[in-house]
């Protein structure tokens, strides 16, 4: 082996050695926490169902029960408003009958930190008709990484932050989860237009009250980890109407709401494949370039070792093939 060969090897394996490093350590810090942040671009519809409601028509103050019912929340990102560390994104939550009567509506504008999922105060942020609500906590979903302890969330129906608390781990539809839960109100959360007949709100003795809607809600969610995705939602909501002395008089709303289904299992094959490319970029591929990295250490090594291995002479070579005594004779 002549030493321009050994040195070209050598040199090959160490620019391979250095490229896998490179390559890994390029996943590990660069591509893996770029991937992790929320988008600037977002279109995520989800639908909340319940095949049996209660809820009060305030038009006709008709109590309607068991009728299947819908809300539908659906989430655009403004990209033009966001930039590197902050995301916008605007929501629209339609609550209706399967014949199309909407029993409620909410919509807000949330600026958020793409890494925490916090909200942040900038961007024309709204809640419904009211700029002035401040939006604290999570904004609409966890974070990429989530951990296994209590969180805040804002609420928009309630208009506030609810702690949020971890429950347990979970498989749905084969994707491993953290449940969490929180539960609020109830809140005030509307008034009515006007005084109503107090024989609509089981007060015949008053000919018009002021009564206000009240809401409790408690939210479970089953969430991906790695990637943040919410999997499966499930919410447990009662509206009330209240007299100002705070006496409830009447239902105004009273369900339990679940992500279908088809929905469920589209929502776990999203965040399935989007924790594959997390580990992908975080673990598997610094961890296969780190040990190739190794085995080429190792090969090289062993080249520089038969490089500088000392070489006989010739003549050191003949004189230990020829015996001792051919050489007293030849002498």
Not at 63 to 77: D, F, S
Not at 133 to 139: P, S, Y
Not at 192 to 219: F, H, S
Not at 319 to 324: L, M, S, T
Request: with cysteine.
């Amino acid at each position: 082996m002549t030493g321009a060969f050994v040195r070209l090897r050598r040199t090959l394996l160490l620019a391979g050695i250095a490229f896998l490093i490179t390559v890994g350590a390029l996943f590990h810090f660069y591509v893996y926490p770029r991937t992790t942040v929320l988008p600037l671009e977002q279109t995520r519809v989800q639908r909340l169902v319940s095949p049996s409601a209660t809820y009060l028509d305030t038009a006709t103050f008709r109590l309607h029960r068991n009728v299947p019912v819908q809300n539908t929340v659906a989430v655009y990102g403004d990209p033009r408003a966001g930039d590197d560390r902050t995301a916008v994104w605007v929501e629209f939550s339609s609550l209706d009958t399967r014949d199309g009567e909407r029993v409620d509506y909410h919509e807000r504008r949330t600026a958020f930190d793409r890494r925490t999922g916090l909200a942040v105060e900038c961007c024309g942020e709204y809640v419904d008709d009211d700029p002035g609500v401040r939006q604290t906590g999570l904004a609409f979903r966890l974070p990429a990484g989530a951990e296994p302890r209590s969180y805040t969330v804002f609420d928009p129906v309630l208009r506030r932050e609810a702690p949020m608390r971890f429950e347990r781990e979970e498989t749905v539809e084969g994707v491993p989860t953290y449940r969490y839960t929180y539960s609020a109100g109830p809140v005030k959360t509307a008034d009515l237009p006007g005084p109503v007949p107090g024989t609509t709100v089981g007060m015949p003795g008053e000919e018009r009250v002021a009564v206000a809607r009240y809401t409790e809600i408690t939210r479970t969610i089953w969430v991906e980890p790695e990637s943040g995705l919410t999997v499966r939602t499930q919410e447990r909501r009662r509206d009330t109407l209240r007299t100002p002395d705070q006496v409830e008089r009447q239902v105004a709303f009273d369900a339990d709401l679940m992500t279908s289904a088809a929905e469920v299992r589209a929502f776990a094959d999203e965040a399935a494949r989007f924790r594959r490319w997390i580990l992908l970029t975080r673990e598997w591929i610094p961890l296969a370039c780190g040990l190739l990295a190794a085995l080429l250490t190792v090969v090289l090594a062993v080249v520089f070792r038969i490089a500088t291995r000392p070489r006989r002479s010739p003549a050191a070579q003949h004189q230990q093939q020829v015996p001792g005594h051919d050489l007293a004779n030849a002498g």
